[in-house]
């Protein structure tokens, strides 16, 4: 995490995930964190309580980060690093626990004259990253987990020595669960050479038979192994040319092969492509072109035109030697039944997304608008633009249709002051004096109250009222009740 | 629903002003349809302004409809009657298969019908929900009014209905229609005036009031998002548009309903249909309460004469023959024989039950109530003026609170319930209200405040007593009152404090009938499975004259009984509460001293550093201590004048005749709430029920108006009297410390009594009193290992829990002649069920144990269960250590034994546990431990550190700097002392007493609330021959306590 967000570093980090009943709890904790007094386990709202109480008595320092764990991203990110070393031997695996990395340096120390080097040279490549990191070279993968463990320096334990290296070692370097291991303390037993003094025999009744299992794999008695990690294949098409290209259309056929490809791969896992990325490498350095999908797709023709259309838009790169397209995200396809007569309606929309990727494609995302109902009384706020592309809302509101049929078609952003006279002081109005001439009302509806928005500015409290010009214009205005001004809001022509 | 007609026929709408100017004035409008803030989280006026709004503005009636509840109607009923408002009592209610509707009683009988439907949809439902159908309304219409809410939006689905309302109610159904300035409120009324027409159903006007003035509106936005969860922003269309809820006068509706005036005209008719009153609610005592050829009186006179010969077998003194005679007449004059009866029934119960109860309140000191055994007090031994009680001219119900031992109330409970059917009986609700606290927590979660700056200003408020000092708590957590949101919050926090919240059960008031309550009040389910609640509070029930029992729980009467139990199989002594010898003079030395660790009340730091002041000598001195050490007479700043008169430092002067009959008793310093009341009376010329009227507005949170109101009506009646300005004004004070944490002294005698009787047992039979409170816990203020160290200093010996020995409960084990010792019972470990001890007790009485697997198979326990009792180690008689025990219940299996007879194993050598892990170990599994105290095994290290002991700090120069450190007994806030924390500090030589101010614990807060052990660092202080340290910093000590004797268990 902090090898990804560099700006972390220093700060307070505090892990946390949902515990179910017990509510959200801290999982895990930077160096910072854990100085302030915060600790794995405990609920999240009391470490930020600590970790702002420390901030207001020191009034320094950055202030501390909150996220979620992610479990899965950890994983996934041992796994890189899992790949990363096989540049020291082949195989390299994650332990039970999900981590350590395992390395099987069989054969592979001379590379780097001796294992002391190998070592040396692990250690130095992972500690350039800004990772701290605890190593050890020994006879198994018990042995060596476990010195690596508990001893910070860099160890390696001379063939034969495994067993004589655990002995003065904590219990915890045994792989035990925390239940054996606080077990065993209970009866004084701390050390793995005290778990050795007890009768061999007498251990598993009491502590389970995992326990002789991990002792047992720790010395060797036991044979272990672990998987490798493998390269997951990524979805990727990749193109060089000889010389540079500077043909738009040229770079269209290019890549058209290239999404077919991969649209092809999908395929077999049901699948349609939602966001993907081209990467050109030019004569001038690289540039990156990424899209978002309204919906997952298929079809290769589609793509191909959001990618000219893309052309038309942004100058395109000249000079490109190299393209690279990588699917980002893709998305279950929806099941698609083959009728004999198309079903119109569904066609219809396909088509409706396809043109709205098109559009944004061609325009940008931020110019493929479309309104959106919100649920509040204000006219100013009860409507909003959002981009078409953007993640769909859980429940869309819908108005009250009487509320509606009484809304201008017409909404004027910021309401315009306008002179009108009433016969009564907080009656409709008779005349109004707007784009500098006179107009008479002929009819009027109202008024409509509408109170609201105190918390966000000033109180609104207006008086709508819907009125018909002489010249059967549809106006619809309202009186300010605290100031008694009116102003002109929308139309309904 | 058909469009709207645009463009409609052209015609001008008359404009508001002109409607009014041709509206027929002196016509009448009855709002028909009311929320109060009964409607928990959705009303947003309090029953009582909307009364008073409502007479304001003229109109006829007012009708109280809330949503399934009748919770607001007995406020707005006391409201409305001095003010002369006709009230309509109703509710709205929303069946499952239709839409809502208001119903409103006609009559009594209609009433009843309500209330029993709405307790028919509350028991049904979850608690806070009601659940009724089209046909439960049918079955209960009788005497009700029905009026269908017409809603614009589902006009077409209602047509459908109407008809059906039509025929369950005829020509007592209505449709009902508001307008409250939405789009369209012509063309609206002209649909809902067709749908009514079509059904035949005549339509009325109403105005869906959720608070008495706009400016709520405010408010009620706030209350909706509270009710939904989210930010007022967030409550998109779940709020109202504007603000036109409020209550309107005869002219604003008629303008509203300006083409179609009849529709606020027939209003009028149906107020005037409804003739019911709360008045005419009779409360009646369930009659079975004496025998067929008995009246009330005569049975309750037999009892009370029967009841005194058992009392004075010697012959009934004079004095007690001619009190009985009196309050018998008074009782049969006032016509409480009945509430006697019953009173006498529940003690009666639970003395056949063997559960120890004692009554307090006001009529329960009274001599009838000593015959009947529902206190134990002796008239003979406190001046007891009955008329104090029960007053002629008030007409006010009697009050008698019994406590019952804690772990059986529930039987007396339940025997009511059976008694009187769920339908006769059922719990006082308690209505909780807002204080400052979760006032600014929910106002600022509604106003969208980050969840941090939320908790920050909740915390600030934490002891505000008013609004006052919300401004500039709120500027001391850095957040500016005078912003815009600073001040949204503080007004909104200021209208929302004291609204009601929700309803709880309260402690244990009791309503028992002679009809079916559910026709009394609707009754509802409580939180808690097998208990039913009414929907009103002890103040509504006050308010009719419904009379209640206060059935309550008290640790204390559990351990008195279980003394007295082990006093008699000890000694074969019979001893009761009345019967335990009075006014020892060497029970009352032991109090003097403050050794009073487990004495009932008087156990307290407050209390212990008091008792060496006021040295009590007898019996009344102990009344008084019991009532000294409460908020309302150290907010009143009485305790120090009456020290110094007790200890002769000042004079005893009374400004006049009748204050000294008032304070006579108190030294001329009024300590108990009817002192103060009377004076009030006396001196100011209050009339009792006005005095009463001051105590409750003392106690409110709102209505700062009304408490000035009496503030000037008690000077200016005192200065009339004679009386000084510094006198009145003192008094004053004296009255509004009692507000809300008053004691009476009729409470505070029956208190005292129970301390007294705890004290004798402690002094006389410490083993007892031991065992007696371990087998009563959780009470009081101590812990176990506490008790038990206080035991062991005065001689008591305690033995650790034993397979052998131990029962559920601390037993006494008796050696020879000796003193007998306490064998502590499995209760003190932690995860050991009360079934798991009663097989052990069972299987060891063919025989002693003779091993750990022994046990096993003879009890068939689960072997976990057996690891669980040796890391208690409570194997020591078998010759096991707890290692050895523990390795050895760990190897057994639940399996059949006959296969799994445990090889023999080799012993194995584990390695011997330290002293200090044994200790910690105790601590661990029981709580204490009789070997040692853990700070004993820091103390090297501790003093390496500049740490003194408890002990040390007796004789070390005060107002100087130092350290101590020790297990934390208890921390203790009380609400008078200005966010001070008491903690108490123990090591193993003694007590250190600790003083937290506000702004210290808030530094250290987290040490300071979570630490089991603690550092302190402060001055200390000596005063009046108490001692305490004034803290500045805080440490925590717990982890290195937990250590002891343990490698550190990190291990990387």
Redesign the interface.
Known sequence: MLHEHPRLRGRALVLFADAGQRGLRVTACSAEAAQAGVRPGWPLAEARAMLSGVRSRKQTGAAPTWRRSDPAGDRESLQRLALDAQQFCPFVGIDDAGESLLLDITGCAHLWQDERGLLQEVVTRFRSQAYVTQAAIADTIGGAWGVAHTLSKPTIVPPGETAAALRPLPLGALRFPAAVISGLQDFGVTTVGGLWDLPRDSLPSRFGRDLLRRLDQATGKLRETFTPERFAEPLVEIWAAEEPLTDQMQLATVCRPLLDRLLAALTPQRAGLLDWRCRFETVSGPVEWDWRLSQPTTDGRHLDQLFRLRCEREPFPHGVTGLRIEVLRVGLLAEQQSTLFEDQRDAGGRDLLQLVDRLASRLGEGAVLQPVFLPDPQPEYSCRMEPWTSAPREHEFRPDPLLARNRPSRLLRVPQSLEAMSVVPDGPPLRLFWQGRRWNVHQSWGPERIDTGWWRTRDVRRDYYRVETEEGRHLWLFRRRDTSQWFLHGFFD | ?P??P???K????T????ARTVCPSGRGYAELRCRTNYSFLDGASHPDELVERAAELGLTALAITDQNSLAGVVRAHVAAKPLGLKLLIGAEITPSDAGPVLLWAMNREGYGRLSRLLTVGRRRAPKGECHLTLADIADHAAGLLAGVLLQ??QLDAQRAELPQWRDLFGDRCYAVAEL???????W?LSQMQAAAGSARLPLVAANGVHYHVPER??LQ?VLRAIRRGCT??EL????F????RSLLSAVEMRARFHTAPDLVDRTQELADRCTFSLDELQYDYPEELCPADETLDSYLTKLTWAGAVGRYPQGIPDKVRSLLEHELRLIAKLNYAAYFLTVWDLVRFARSRDILCQGRGSAANSAVCFCLGVTSVDPDRIDVLFERFISEERNEAPDIDIDFEHERREEVLQYIYEKYGRERAGMTAEVITYRPRSAVRDVGKA??LSL?RV?ALAKSVDHVDGSEQLAARFRETGFDPTSRIGR?LLHLVREILGFPRHLSQHVGGMVLTHRPLCELVPIENASMPGRTVLQWDKDDLDALGILKVDCLALGMLSAIRRAFDLIRRQTGEELTLAAIPAEDPAVYDMIQQADTVGVFQIESRGQMSMLPRLKPREFYDLVIEVAIVRPGPIQGDMVHPYLRRRSGEEAVDFPSDAVRDVLKKTLGVPLFQEQAMKLAVVAAGFTPGEADQLRRAMGAWRKTGVIEKFHQKLIAGMLANGYTPEFAERLYNQIRGFGEYGFPESHAASFALLVYASAWIKRYHPAVFLAALLNSQPMGFYAPAQLVSDARKHGVSVRPVDIQRSEWDSTLEHDNAGPPAVRLGFRQLSGIGQEVVERIVAARRSGPFGSVAEVLHRTGLRAGTLTRLA?ADVFASLGLSR?EA??QA??L?DAAPLFDAVDE??R?A????SPQ?QVVADYQTAGLSLRAHPLQFLRSELRELGIVTAADLTMLESDRRYKVAGLVLLRQRPSTAKGITFVTLEDETGTANLIVHQATWQ?F??IARRAGALIARGILQRQDGNMHVIVDRLDDLTTAVAEIG??S?D??
């Not at chain 2, 998109?236 to 709020?239: L, P, T, V, Y």
């Not at chain 2, 584990?910 to 546990?913: E, F, G, N, R, S």
């Open positions: 629903m469009d709207p645009f463009p409609p052209s015609r001008r709408p404009p508001d002003g002109a614009p939006q409250h300035r939405g789009p369209q409120d012509e609206t509106r405010y936005d007022v922003a998109g269309e779940h709020r548009a504007n603000g036109e106003l969208g941090d908790d949204q890391r290692r523990v390795w760990m190897a299996r194993e080799p194995v584990l390695p011997t546990m892990h530094r807060h987290q343990t490698r268990r291990f990387h």
